[in-house]
T-cell receptor, first 115, second 111 residues
Framework: DTGVSQDPRHKITKRGQNVTFRCDPI?????LYWYRQTLGQGPEFLTY????????KSRLLSDRFSAERPKGSFSTLEIQRTEQGDSAMYLC?????????????FGPGTRLTVT | GQSLEQPSEVTAVEGAIVQINCTYQ??????LSWYQQHDGGAPTFLSY????GLEETGRFSSFLSRSDSYGYLLLQELQMKDSASYFC????????????FGTGTLLAVQP
């Protein structure tokens, strides 16, 4: 399978703990995006990388959230001091270097539950 | 602000035609994409419109009117497997490659 993969698929954590998620994009895609989706809502943009450069970050993203893409391949999203409001599906997507990033390829997501 | 409005739910029968509307108000607009998401699954790309008019892709068509800030997705010959959530999403072009998603429409196809 050469699609976008995410790990873990599910994460249950206690409030106050730190969590880290990983995303492996489609290998030839140099653009990588993180979104968050809550029940009954559409995906909400969090941040975007072009190669290893983080080019945009949502103003809704608190300082507890940080993302990296150190070698321009896989990416990690870390949430520090988790809160119950962080419970959501975290989706990663990728797209190639063309003018067509309106078509993004999504991974299966990591479902986070904060208790 | 930025907002995309869609009906929350639509119900139709197998073989029928259904239209899912989307009105948008965004600060930057280059085109409108449509995504399908089955329950528990990942969003998958269906269609994209940058210019006014209709784009057809098999049983699915998408329409855009830039002057009205309005688009729709048309699904023909509905099948049970089309039961899913459908999202419109504004793409801001090369300046910002992110997608701004609507609230989604849950389509239920009945036999």
């Amino acid at each position: 399978d050469t699609g976008v993969s995410q790990d873990p698929r599910h994460k249950i954590t206690k409030r106050g703990q730190n969590v880290t998620f990983r995303c492996d994009p489609i290998s030839e895609h140099n653009r990588l995006y993180w979104y968050r989706q809550t029940l009954g809502q559409g995906p909400e943009f969090l941040t975007y990388f072009q190669n290893e450069a983080q080019l945009e970050k949502s103003r809704l993203l608190s300082d507890r959230f940080s993302a990296e893409r150190p070698k321009g391949s896989f990416s990690t999203l870390e949430i520090q001091r988790t809160e119950q409001g962080d419970s959501a599906m975290y989706l990663c997507a990728s797209s190639p270097w063309t003018g067509t990033s309106y078509e993004q390829y999504f991974g299966p997501g990591t479902r986070l539950t904060v208790t | 602000g930025q907002s995309l409005e869609q009906p929350s739910e639509v119900t139709a029968v197998e073989g029928a035609i259904v239209q899912i509307n989307c009105t948008y108000q965004t600060s930057g607009f280059y085109g409108l994409s449509w995504y399908q998401q089955h329950d528990g699954g990942a969003p998958t790309f269906l269609s994209y419109n940058a210019l006014d008019g209709l784009e057809e892709t098999g049983r699915f068509s998408s329409f855009l009117s830039r002057s009205d800030s309005y688009g729709y997705l048309l699904l023909q010959e509905l099948q049970m497997k089309d039961s899913a959530s459908y999202f419109c999403a504004v793409w801001g072009g090369g300046a910002t490659n992110k997608l701004i998603f609507g609230t989604g429409t849950l389509l239920a196809v009945q036999p």
